[in-house]
């Protein structure tokens, strides 16, 4: 997305990486009134093709908390309706075990796995993750195609929206996010209240033990070039 600075008039570029504290910024820089309204999320180069090169910044998260986040975040809130949503049996270890095993298999043996996923966000590639959320968590309930659904789009890596990134963008982490507060403050001129968090959803997940040594190889193994790139 492109944000202009209301002190010196100078355009950047932000790169949404989801879970990554989108919606709170997003709101703050575009003064979105509805939390929920619709969010797009484009890679470097994407944003490049849309508004010209520009110095770019982001913030990234630990694979691990990005992964819970975004499946809890799927469990707990559907703006379209059509998500998967339950409330008398939440996810257990072994099922989020399975769930990864499956969709590490899919990025071991589909060639460019996460580009393909994301330049053809409804086809084959999604309904298989679809498919092996069903099975593994839901089992009775028909998943919907997630055509320009962005609550899968945390199953990405977040290296493949930083592609193209050069040595003067600006890259923040989750667990710092106070460094880009004053960044956005004091290089662009907005104001971010980090103290008012515009999502909170109920926690889906207490029944999972993700210091489980199984889910730690599995998330590294899925997002092994976020780990490596991003220095978690």
Not at 196 to 215: G, M
């Amino acid at each position: 997305m492109l944000v202009e600075s209301k002190i010196d008039k100078s355009q950047w570029i932000w790169i949404n990486i989801p879970k990554t504290a989108s919606t709170l910024i997003r709101n703050s820089i575009f003064k979105y009134e509805d939390e929920n309204d619709r969010q797009d999320h484009f890679t470097f180069i994407e944003n490049v093709e849309l508004y010209g090169k520009h110095t770019a910044f982001t913030i990234v998260r630990d694979p691990m908390t990005r992964f819970i986040s975004g499946l809890n975040h799927v469990f707990s809130n559907c703006w379209c309706g059509k998500c998967i949503t339950f409330d008398d049996r939440p996810p257990t270890t072994n099922e989020v075990i399975q769930f990864l095993k499956e969709i590490v298999h899919l990025s071991k043996t589909i060639e460019n796995f996460h580009y393909k996923t994301y330049y053809n966000g409804s086809n084959m590639l999604w309904m298989d993750i679809l498919k092996s959320m069903q099975k593994n968590f839901i089992k009775s309930k028909i998943i919907m195609d997630p055509v320009d659904c962005v609550m899968w789009s945390f199953i990405l890596p977040q290296y493949l929206y930083l592609d193209g990134l050069g040595f003067d963008d600006y890259i923040f982490k989750y667990d710092e996010l106070d460094t880009c507060v004053n960044f956005i403050r004091n290089r662009l001129g907005y104001t971010i209240d980090i103290s008012r968090r515009p999502r909170s959803f109920e926690y889906k997940l207490h029944n999972v033990d993700f210091k489980n040594s199984h889910i730690q190889r599995l998330i590294y193994e899925y997002y092994e070039e976020d780990y490596k790139q991003l220095n978690y």
